[in-house]
């Protein structure tokens, strides 16, 4: 096998079992928060710990991708997380199940960062686009992820039993499969973190993943809740399985609609159907209706974060892989922030109200989209030298 179709197969997994085991914790939130008889609210604070572990470790993936090929931080993270995520399913108090979700976070934040970077040095070697493919392929993992809870959940297995095979597989797939990936990638300028005032570039991209990331982290980990509370069905996995699909095979495609629509439509188009989703299920919570509501609500978030990330990777004042870390620092919070959002604001007003907060999530990807490439056209248009007079 050529070698950048080798190191592109192997990438490709650890994408699809990040998805698989990101899957398999937000599936049996709806579980833990049973065992511990946690309300919305306290099921919210808990879920907190995590966007504040993922923050701590900014400065840290920004150091280890400025210091080392990217496969190495990208591996060692992941071989802790999946140890987290075995702690997690038999932790039996709170103060362990939080000590446990922290590190899940913290190593999965590191991992994203470094699988990020390895991708788009990877794209380098490759005239078409393949970021799209790698996000539809952790979407396919998280669908994988689903599916394998809802057998979990139907044969009444226990989610000590289920979390330590998931746990398993994903250690013993990056013992073997790191050593194939990408190496040499290590950028030598642009790794500082510039404080002061914000670059505009990166800042745009930031508010675009973090909204982006919310209604993400918010359909992952409440969209079970809101299947089984509100529709009251009793195999609550449904909701969450089709948001998978759909977001999956959306990505798969999103590499050629971008190159058909543009970005800048594409972002356009991703908010409509955002907002269409949301609002379908929320007027009409049925389960058919649902159904079909946060299936638009994939297609609409599908291309958000990949597109995001290719543009991160264009910076003029990082290197890709500092880019990435700091657009990612928008993601993690956006991802683990907006569970807790929920929790709070279905506490106070109902679940079902609560997620309207998705579709205000979509509606800004249409100004600051529009904003980011009105600052991208006028630092290109710098950049053209003015022909000398002769």
């Known amino acids: 096998m050529e070698l950048r179709n080798q190191q592109r197969l192997f990438l490709s997994i650890f994408f699809f079992i990040s998805g698989f085991t990101f899957s398999t914790w937000a599936s049996r939130i709806p579980t833990i928060k049973t065992f511990y008889g946690f309300n919305?609210?306290?099921?919210?604070?808990?879920?907190?710990?995590?966007?504040i572990s993922s923050l701590i470790g900014l400065p840290i993936s920004g150091w280890l991708i400025g210091r080392f090929d990217s496969r190495i931080p990208l591996a060692a993270s992941f071989g802790i997380n999946s140890m987290a995520l075995a702690c997690i399913g038999f932790a039996q108090t709170t103060p362990i199940l939080i000590a446990s979700m922290c590190v899940f976070a913290f190593t999965m934040r590191i991992f994203s960062i470094s699988a990020n970077t390895q991708s788009i040095a990877l794209q380098k070697?490759?005239?078409?686009?393949?970021?799209g493919a790698f996000h539809g392929l952790w979407s396919t993992g998280g669908i994988a992820g689903v599916g394998f809870c809802t057998l979990m959940v139907a044969t009444d297995t226990s989610i000590e039993v289920h979390l330590t095979i998931v746990a398993a597989l994903a250690f013993i797939?990056?013992?073997?499969?790191?050593?194939?990936?990408l190496q040499q990638d290590r950028s030598s300028q642009g790794n500082k973190l510039i404080l002061g005032k914000p670059d505009p570039y990166?800042?745009?991209?930031?508010?675009?993943?973090?909204?982006?990331?919310?209604c993400e982290g918010g359909m992952f980990d409440w969209s079970g809740i809101f299947f089984r509370e509100v529709l009251n069905v009793r195999i609550f996995t449904y909701g969450y399985l089709i948001f998978m699909i759909c977001m999956a095979l959306a990505r798969f495609f999103s590499d050629r609609i971008i190159d058909r629509l543009g970005m800048a439509t594409t972002y356009l188009l991703s908010s409509i159907l955002v907002i269409m989703?949301?609002?379908?299920?929320?007027?009409?919570?049925?389960?058919?209706?649902?159904?079909l509501g946060?299936?638009?609500?994939?297609?609409?978030?599908?291309?958000?974060?990949?597109?995001?990330?290719?543009?991160?990777?264009?910076?003029?004042?990082?290197?890709?892989?500092?880019?990435?870390?700091?657009?990612?620092?928008?993601?993690?919070?956006?991802?683990l922030a907006g569970p807790p959002l929920i929790g709070y604001l279905a506490h106070a007003f109902g679940l079902r109200?609560?997620?309207?907060?998705?579709?205000?999530?979509?509606?800004?990807?249409?100004?600051?989209?529009?904003?980011?490439?009105?600052?991208?056209?006028?630092e290109d248009q710098r950049e053209i030298p003015t022909p000398e007079l002769v």
């Open 202 to 214: 990166i800042l745009y991209l930031g508010i675009l993943i973090f909204f982006a990331a919310v």
């Open 294 to 335: 946060f299936s638009l609500t994939g297609f609409g978030t599908a291309a958000i974060v990949p597109m995001t990330y290719a543009l991160a990777g264009g910076s003029k004042n990082y290197s890709p892989g500092m880019a990435i870390s700091i657009i990612a620092t928008y993601a993690t919070l956006g991802m």
């Open 353 to 378: 109200v609560s997620f309207i907060a998705f579709a205000l999530c979509g509606l800004v990807f249409i100004p600051v989209s529009r904003l980011f490439f009105q600052h991208k056209q006028r």
């Open 40 to 51: 919305e609210a306290e099921m919210g604070t808990v879920l907190l710990a995590m966007p």
């Open 277 to 291: 989703g949301i609002s379908l299920a929320v007027a009409f919570p049925t389960f058919w209706t649902s159904l």
């Open 125 to 131: 070697h490759f005239s078409k686009k393949i970021l």
């Open 173 to 181: 797939i990056t013992l073997f499969s790191y050593r194939f990936l």
